[in-house]
Each structure stands twice: as structure tokens, then as C-alpha cells.
T-cell receptor, first 114, second 115 residues
Framework: AQSVAQPEDQVNVAEGNPLTVKCTYS??????LFWYVQYPNRGLQFLLK??????LVKGSYGFEAEFNKSQTSFHLKKPSALVSDSALYFCAVSWRGGYQKVTFGTGTKLQVIP | DTGVSQDPRHKITKRGQNVTFRCDPI?????LYWYRQTLGQGPEFLTYFQNEAQLEKSRLLSDRFSAERPKGSFSTLEIQRTEQGDSAMYLCASSLTGGLDQPQHFGDGTRLSIL
């Protein structure tokens, strides 16, 4: 089985401050990890992924994420938040050899305060 | 790359009616997925296609739900005898063949409201 947890329903951060959105996962093998962003009444947009290699992954719009195998985490980060980053963020996991599907977390609402 | 297109964007229907949604994936993408998303939740896997073959269906997908991808291009999702609990956003996504390491490209969804 595979699962992903986003422990925070909402994260508030002041504009210009660094942000972190947390994600932990559980899979039977080596994970494929993804972050997506969703704006109101829109579909999900891909931000970044970890498949293998360097634990620090850089993605779109200045976002990055750090894979930590020992803590089974894949937290999303950005050095300086923008008001336009306010949206719903989803972490997702799959793994080679697992079920042919991706499992999404319940989402974290990011609110960047001007 | 024109993106994934879903039609209609909104559907309002009475309980007991049948509804059909259409998804046009990115043209070179072989894999096509259907998800259901309710308020406050992440997308919930329903089914997926590799070309025209439906390779997996969620056990959550009741017999009232059926999906097709007849020529390996567009796909349809039909819900028969709709129920109140079917109210949700239905998302379609596509990806390149190559495995689950490929990111999925999502359409903007069809929002279904059951009266």
C-alpha cells in the first residue's frame, strides 16, 4: 500500500518570508514523489518531482523540495513567498512496482499575507 | 501543447439522471487518468488507460461508473443513475508512457452538482 500525509490543513506566511509545506509518505519500495499546486476552480499543475539522485529538487516558480529518506518526508520550500503563491498544494506518491496509480495527499492551503 | 481539455466545465442534473463527461488529453500522451475530487480532499483515483486499454479501476468505482477511450485519444466518463454523493469535481489527467515517474497534466475538471 502507499499513502501520503500532509499534516497541516493551512499554512500562513508573510510575504517575503520563507515557506515550508510538509509532506510525509509511506511506500513499499523507492518512492516517486511529486508536488502539485491548484488554484480555485482549476486543475492541478505540476511543480516538481523526485525520482532518484540529488535529494534537493528544484521546480517551477522558485519552489524546491527536499527528499529525506530516513524521515520519509518530502517538504516543499520557497525562500521568499509571494502573495500569488497562495493556493492549494498537494503532495503525491507512487512507486515502481506498486499499484499503477498515484496517491495524493489531502492538500495544504497556503495563505501568503501581504 | 494545448493542454488537457474537459467538457463540460459544469454539469447540473437531477438525481437519477445519466451524465457523460469528455476529456481530450495532450495529443502525444498515452496514459489517461480519471480522478474525483471533493471539497477539502485530494484527487481520488478512479481509473486509468494506457492507449485504449483500461488497465485499472478503483474498487471505489461502482457499477454505475464506466469509462472508455475508444481510439486511444479522447475519453468519456459516464455516471448512470446519479446520486447525491456523486457531486464532486471530476478531473482528467494525461501523461507520457514511461511509468509512474512521469508527471501528470490535469484538465480544469468538470464540476458535477446533483439536485
Amino acid at each position: 500500500a502507499q499513502s501520503v500525509a500532509q499534516p497541516e490543513d493551512q499554512v500562513n506566511v508573510a510575504e517575503g518570508n520563507p515557506l515550508t509545506v510538509k509532506c510525509t509518505y509511506s511506500v513499499s519500495g523507492n518512492p516517486y514523489l511529486f508536488w502539485y499546486v491548484q488554484y480555485p476552480n482549476r486543475g492541478l499543475q505540476f511543480l516538481l518531482k523526485y525520482i532518484t539522485g540529488d535529494n534537493l529538487v528544484k521546480g517551477s516558480y522558485g519552489f524546491e523540495a527536499e527528499f529525506n529518506k530516513s524521515q520519509t518526508s518530502f517538504h516543499l520550500k520557497k525562500p521568499s513567498a509571494l502573495v500569488s503563491d497562495s493556493a492549494l498544494y498537494f503532495c503525491a506518491v507512487s512507486w515502481r512496482g506498486g499499484y499503477q496509480k498515484v496517491t495524493f495527499g489531502t492538500g495544504t492551503k497556503l495563505q501568503v499575507i501581504p | 501543447d494545448t493542454g488537457v481539455s474537459q467538457d463540460p466545465r459544469h454539469k447540473i442534473t437531477k438525481r437519477g439522471q445519466n451524465v457523460t463527461f469528455r476529456c481530450d488529453p495532450i495529443s502525444e500522451h498515452n496514459r489517461l487518468y480519471w480522478y474525483r475530487q471533493t471539497l477539502g480532499q485530494g484527487p481520488e483515483f478512479l481509473t486509468y488507460f494506457q492507449n485504449e486499454a483500461q488497465l485499472e479501476k478503483s474498487r471505489l468505482l461502482s457499477d454505475r461508473f464506466s469509462a472508455e477511450r475508444p481510439k486511444g485519444s479522447f475519453s468519456t466518463l459516464e455516471i448512470q443513475r446519479t446520486e447525491q454523493g456523486d457531486s464532486a469535481m471530476y478531473l482528467c489527467a494525461s501523461s507520457l508512457t514511461g511509468g509512474l515517474d512521469q508527471p501528470q497534466h490535469f484538465g480544469d475538471g468538470t464540476r458535477l452538482s446533483i439536485l
